[in-house]
């Protein structure tokens, strides 16, 4: 089942590169952008989490946490953060849970891969409650970033 706008988010703790247990709750009292990703080293992958690490002041300026969330082990996720220099937080969903929260696991991916996280974002205010909702069946294509931006400077204070 779908998460709906003005639903609570699903809360999770999850550990991140550095071996440290990250939780949603952590980040109350600011917005979250949580960015679903298959798998990391892929080309899409990092294209996408490349323009938000280029991007990263802007994000800043709308008080809005970025958090990498993927299936993929935390000691895959630090190496792919060192490589490619990113600027925030990676967790990883090594069991799925959160991906299954959120709605944004494949049961079948490619080369016979069962659980992967699908390419979803999701914008998460303040107060918990998910104010953007996007989960793309299509691990080509990238989350809508424009729509992301809009949520955000509806949410600025």
Same mark, same amino acid.
Request: charged share 20%; glycine share 8%; hydrophobic share 40%.
């Given at each position: 089942?779908?998460?709906?706008?003005?639903?609570?988010?699903?809360?999770?703790?999850?550990?991140?590169?550095?071996?440290?247990?990250?939780?949603? +709750?952590?980040?109350? $009292?600011?917005?979250?952008?949580?960015?679903? &990703?298959?798998?990391?080293?892929? !080309?899409?992958?990092? /294209?996408?989490?490349?323009?938000?690490?280029?991007?990263?002041?802007?994000?800043?300026?709308?008080?809005?946490?970025?958090?990498?969330?993927?299936?993929?082990?935390?000691?895959?996720?630090?190496?792919?953060?060192?490589?490619?220099?990113?600027?925030?937080?990676?967790?990883?969903?090594?069991?799925?849970?959160? +991906?299954?929260?959120? $709605?944004?696991?494949?049961?079948?991916?490619? &080369?016979?891969?069962?659980?992967? !996280?699908?390419?979803? /974002?999701?914008?998460?205010?303040?107060?918990?409650?998910?104010?953007?909702?996007?989960?793309?069946?299509?691990?080509?294509?990238?989350?809508?970033?424009?729509?992301?931006?809009?949520?955000?400077?509806?949410?600025?204070?």
């Amino acid at each position: 089942m779908a998460l709906q706008i003005g639903q609570p988010a699903p809360g999770f703790t999850l550990f991140d590169t550095n071996k440290k247990e990250v939780s949603l +709750s952590d980040f109350k $009292g600011q917005n979250v952008l949580l960015l679903f &990703f298959p798998l990391a080293f892929t !080309s899409t992958c990092t /294209a996408e989490l490349c323009s938000v690490r280029d991007n990263i002041r802007m994000y800043e300026g709308f008080t809005a946490q970025v958090i990498g969330i993927s299936v993929d082990s935390l000691y895959t996720l630090a190496k792919y953060k060192q490589e490619e220099n990113l600027n925030f937080p990676l967790l990883s969903d090594f069991n799925k849970e959160t +991906s299954q929260a959120y $709605g944004a696991i494949y049961e079948q991916f490619g &080369f016979g891969m069962r659980g992967v !996280s699908k390419r979803a /974002a999701f914008v998460i205010d303040e107060d918990g409650l998910i104010q953007y909702e996007e989960v793309l069946e299509n691990a080509g294509l990238q989350p809508n970033f424009k729509a992301i931006t809009e949520t955000l400077t509806r949410l600025k204070v």
